[in-house]
């Protein structure tokens, strides 16, 4: 595909934008790797950004404006996916249009429990007074709290929401996390559960491993289980 300026200076940090979007807690022991990773993509929006100024589309969860958006994706980069502002991808705008015009979730007093929260969500929903809102991963340095989703150490009946993205294709035990959710969740409680889809996919888990990265990806969901 052909690079604009804008395109070809985030390339460089295409990969640590990865990271950081698809795990926007990123786990790591180093609070020092975990800043510079961010400094790295705050220098990127700050050269990026102009050269994406325009009208031609609205990102809904940073309410910005802009000519395009960003390429995205592992390997060859889809073209007019990443929001430049707050690198939200098509998923996370569509969830965050979801969760406005078809739930309570701006508007009603909810507790909500998030597993690794996405980065164009992460401050948004903390600074929502309706919520009582707590983050949590697996290990990383800076959620709320440390839980493993096949075995969350809480009490029954605790949550209105819980919201778990891209988490579940990484889980050995998918029936216990699915279990583990539903006993946290009060009744008439509800859950945001999104996964990669695989439209070649005919079964419902895939029997290979998959590796993108550094994340295994250990299970394809077919359109319709």
């Not at 604009?4 to 979007?21: E, F, M, V, Y």
């Not at 509800?190 to 990806?217: K, Q």
């Amino acid at each position: 595909m052909n690079f604009d300026l804008g395109t070809s200076i985030t390339i460089t940090n295409l990969r640590i934008s990865q990271h950081i979007n698809h795990h926007a807690v990123p786990s790591t022991s180093s609070g020092t790797i975990l800043l510079s990773c961010c400094l790295v993509v705050m220098l990127s929006r700050c050269l990026i950004k102009p050269f994406y100024i325009g009208n031609k589309v609205e990102c809904p969860v940073c309410g910005k404006h802009f000519r395009k958006f960003l390429p995205y994706g592992y390997g060859n980069a889809m073209d007019n996916r990443l929001c430049p502002n707050c690198l939200s991808l098509e998923r996370h705008r569509l969830l965050w249009l979801y969760l406005k015009e078809k739930t309570g979730f701006f508007t009603d007093n909810l507790k909500v429990l998030h597993f690794a929260p996405e980065q164009p969500f992460l401050k948004k929903f903390k600074s929502l007074k309706n919520l009582d809102y707590t983050t949590a991963d697996l290990d990383s340095p800076i959620a709320d709290l440390h839980l493993d989703v096949t075995n969350i150490n809480l009490p029954d009946n605790t949550y209105d929401v819980v919201i778990c993205n891209h988490v579940l294709e990484h889980v050995d035990n998918v029936d216990k996390a699915f279990s583990e959710i539903k006993r946290i969740l009060k009744p008439g409680g509800w859950a945001i559960l999104m996964v990669p889809i695989n439209p070649n996919v005919d079964t419902f888990e895939a029997i290979d491993d998959i590796w993108v990265g550094n994340w295994g990806i250990f299970r394809s969901y077919k359109k319709r289980v």
